[in-house]
């Protein structure tokens, strides 16, 4: 891909090998292997410590003290669920002297509970760019809740990651599909469509599937492929031609830029009535098909095709197919793909005279379908083998400019290949099998970031030659086996075992000011929390927090005027009821006006995958907590019910503390509480619960 090397170049590299050189394959590309646990002292619980201890040794470190109890059941609580610990199981748990025992069942409580999917397909929704609109200008509604359910409910169940990875990817081509599995398929579906009049569909029918390529080469490799879209890696083993081979492996399935989003699923209140309208539109299209296939329709056909590049043809069409129809007619027809013959026989369908009736069949029961008020889920589904698409090296990238056609595969540089004809689901299981050497570590790495505030790579969407190197090389590959062959893909144990481990459980005080960015783990992890679990921590702490679980996206109270700006006169109707209060994760995501108060916290946009989140510290985010209108309901709430606990101000303002935080506070802060609510009157305890969802151990994952 690059131009060739000059006679200079390549004698120094003849020198080069000549004088003994030797080439080792970067150390993410070669799999996995089990490495050997070292040993070190008492301290260690689980080989994972004594990972971590061996490096702590080698830096001179020695490990923290363990966190006090109700510290540390705050903190697995806020990792597990993304919910404050319930002040009164803290207290039952810290009764007695914490043990391995009763700390194992009291993460396991966690594991079982159901906030633990919403607090891990909140890290997936940002890998899946899932959002209830469809992006760019217009950036219209999509209906797509029943995906971020899949996701939740898969975390809770535990389905296997290598299962999790297949339904995502290749769901429909599984033997006998369910719907379950068709759902998962909405993973890819979560590109953005663009649907402003005069673009031109196949162009950004081929974004969509870039970004497919791109998203599931970082999220599963941790690599950034994207760079090999308009020429070769520029630093790492890939060449173009192997970016347009994974491009194939995504480039035949039948959705493509259109307002309609087919192919959707869709789910019915009414199921019988539903079955009835699919077998008459399945005996409609039957006939259409039979039709088509006539001699005397397939002479008419041919004559329309032959006028295609006229724009008065064209535009009997929608407005939404002109310019790919306008596209495929300056093609000879000899010339055109499966796919575009296959697409220009359904635009005639459409329009001719001679299948008015059976096109108005169809429409008229597709109206009857739609009335039925369907929850509708856009998915993945492959064209059939007369239908595909030929899949080309693009010249710069551009889909203008298509050259040498390309097999669906794999990069000759990793591990395995790809059989003949192969398609998503063959590629899926490339990716889970175990001569892959990179998913397990860049999976366990994901979720190890999520719990120690760093990964092991610290670069998550980067393993390649100019990402970080790992800081514990042995035990991410540790981890990376055990996740895969003895946990068998397991999240809940992976998690488990990594909070039961002796080095999570460190206290986050700082002692010294050696390692300060806590690289080699000598105390606990201390992050700012996410702005999800920022404001479902008030609501929770308020008694406000909704419980109610799954179902459309709901729209809590936000500032007036955030919808103002983007296009087309869509409003933020403000959900009454409990959905005011839902957990962050099920609130109406909008690409172009996201959230404010979660944006505010660095909650990404959704228009592209994000593996990490980029933490700022901003007065903007002090504005949202102490004014932003759910904080503050939150604040009045919280107040009314520190003013119905028996007792003197003291006594209420030590309740509202340990609502918050889970433990009893020092005097001292209890002093500065009731000096404030002296000044204020004596009947604001609102402004007090204020500043204790404002305190920086309210706003911190200690």
């Not at 975390?155 to 297949?166: K, M, V």
């Not at 599995?181 to 579906?189: G, P, W, Y």
Request: with cysteine; proline share 7%.
């Amino acid at each position: 891909d690059a131009p060739a090397l000059t006679d200079e170049e390549v004698d120094r590299l003849r020198r080069w090998i000549a004088q003994g050189a030797q080439w080792e394959t970067h150390w993410s590309y070669a799999p996995p292997e089990r490495p050997v646990v070292p040993k070190t002292d008492d301290w260690a619980a689980s080989p994972l410590d004594h990972f971590i201890r061996a490096r702590m040794d080698g830096e001179g470190l020695s490990p923290a003290s363990e966190a006090t109890c109700h510290v540390l059941g705050r903190r697995v609580s806020l990792d597990l669920t993304g919910l404050p610990a319930d002040p009164d199981r803290l207290d039952a748990l810290c009764e007695t002297p914490l043990t391995d025992e009763t700390f194992g069942a009291y993460v396991d409580e966690l594991l079982g509970h159901p906030g633990f999917g919403e607090r891990w397909a909140t890290m997936w929704l940002d890998l899946a760019r899932y959002a209830d609109s469809k992006g760019y200008e217009a950036d219209r509604h999509r209906s797509i809740w029943r995906y971020r359910d899949w996701v939740i409910q898969a975390f809770n169940r535990d389905l296997p990651f290598d299962d999790f990875t297949i339904q995502q990817l290749a769901g429909d081509l599984l033997e006998d599909s369910d719907t379950e599995q068709l759902i998962a398929t909405a993973f890819h579906r979560n590109a953005m469509t663009n649907e402003e009049g005069g673009t031109d569909d196949e162009e950004h029918r081929i974004a969509a599937v870039v970004d497919r390529v791109n998203t599931t080469w970082e999220v599963w490799q941790g690599t950034t492929m994207s760079c090999a879209q308009c020429h070769g890696h520029p630093y790492d083993p890939f060449r173009q031609a192997d970016y347009y081979r994974s491009m194939a492996v995504f480039n035949n399935t039948r959705d493509w830029d259109q307002p309609s989003e087919e192919p959707v699923l869709f789910e019915y209140d009414d199921p019988e009535a539903a079955a009835r309208i699919e077998r008459d539109l399945e005996q409609a299209r039957a006939a259409l098909r039979a039709h088509l296939e006539t001699a005397e329709s397939l002479e008419v056909q041919a004559d329309w095709e032959a006028n295609l590049g006229d724009p008065a043809v064209a535009g009997r069409l929608s407005t939404t197919v002109q310019n790919e129809v306008l596209r495929i007619g300056k093609i000879p027809a000899e010339d055109r793909s499966p796919y575009q013959r296959a697409f220009i026989r359904d635009r005639f369908a459409e329009v001719h005279a001679s299948t008015a009736n059976l096109t108005a069949r169809i429409r008229e029961l597709e109206g009857e379908r739609w009335a039925l008020g369907p929850t509708t889920t856009p998915v993945l589904r492959e064209n059939p083998p007369h239908e595909a698409r030929v899949t080309r090296i693009m010249d710069r990238g551009s889909f203008l400019t298509q050259g040498d056609p390309v097999e669906p595969g794999v990069p000759a540089s990793l591990p395995g290949t790809l059989p003949d004809a192969a398609d998503r689901l063959d590629f899926a299981n490339w990716l889970v099998s175990p001569e892959n050497p990179l998913t397990a570590r860049v999976t366990v790495n994901r979720f190890w970031e999520q719990l120690f505030g760093r990964g092991i790579v610290l670069t998550l969407e980067d393993f390649g030659t100019v990402g970080e190197p790992p800081s514990h090389p042995e035990l991410l590959d540790w981890l990376a086996v055990s996740f895969r062959e003895d946990l068998d893909w397991s999240v809940k144990g992976l998690l488990r075992m990594m909070v039961m481990s002796r080095t999570y459980r460190q206290s986050s005080v700082r002692t010294n000011d050696r390692d300060p960015q806590n690289i080699w783990l000598s105390r606990g992890p201390r992050v700012r929390m996410t702005g999800e679990q920022i404001r479902d921590q008030a609501l929770a702490a308020s008694g406000l927090l909704s419980t109610k679980r799954l179902g459309p996206s709901v729209m809590p109270p936000q500032p007036e005027g955030i919808w103002r700006n983007p296009y087309n006169g869509a409003q933020w109707q403000v959900s009454e009821g409990e959905d005011r209060y839902r957990r962050a994760v099920y609130t109406y995501w909008r690409r172009t006006a996201p959230y404010p108060s979660l944006v505010t916290f660095d909650s990404p946009s959704r228009e592209l995958c994000v593996s990490r989140r980029i933490t700022t510290n901003t007065p903007l985010q002090a504005l949202v907590t102490l004014n932003d209108p759910v904080f503050w309901e939150a604040s009045v709430a919280l107040g009314n019910r520190m003013a119905g606990v028996d007792g003197d101000l003291r006594t209420r303002l030590t309740a509202g503390y340990r609502m918050v935080l889970g433990r009893r506070p020092d005097e001292a802060k209890i002093d500065v509480l009731t000096d404030l609510v002296d000044e204020a009157g004596a009947d604001r305890l609102d402004l007090a619960a204020n500043v204790l969802l404002n305190l920086d151990e309210a706003l911190t994952r200690e």
